[in-house]
């Protein structure tokens, strides 16, 4: 699931590059980490089964942004999950720069 939202991240646009460049200017050593995670896992998994893990954003807020995720076999959901992930600098929540933050609405399905 890390590795589905870092590749959610990669995908968001060509200028993302660019963007976290600029956002690392703005704020250096910035980083997003875990702040909580809500798993309800539905059916199992086996050995050498091929899993899609899927990612979209539900809320972008000043320091923060929660994704659902699903973990998935074929068209069968084997997990949910609820993350949500703090912007921090210097081991502190900051505000997610305005470059960043409307990359990441981007997303999100109009109300």
């Known amino acids: 699931m890390e590795r589905g939202r870092t590749n959610h991240l990669r995908l968001m646009g060509a200028s993302q590059h660019a963007l976290f460049e600029q ?8 980083a997003f980490v875990v702040r909580s995670m809500e ?10 089964d091929v899993l899609d893990v899927v990612t979209w954003p539900v809320a972008v807020k000043g320091a923060s942004i929660t994704l659902a ?3 998935r076999r074929g068209v069968d959901v084997l997990v949910k999950a609820e993350v949500r992930v703090a912007f ?8 997610i720069p305005k470059s ?11 109300d």
Not at 23 to 30: H, K
């Open 23 to 30: 956002a690392q200017e703005e704020t250096p050593g910035f």
């Open 39 to 48: 798993l309800d896992f539905l059916r199992p998994a086996r050995m050498d």
């Open 69 to 71: 995720q699903e973990v």
């Open 88 to 95: 921090i600098s210097e081991g502190r929540a900051k505000p």
């Open 100 to 110: 960043l933050r409307q990359l990441m609405k981007a997303d999100l399905a109009p």
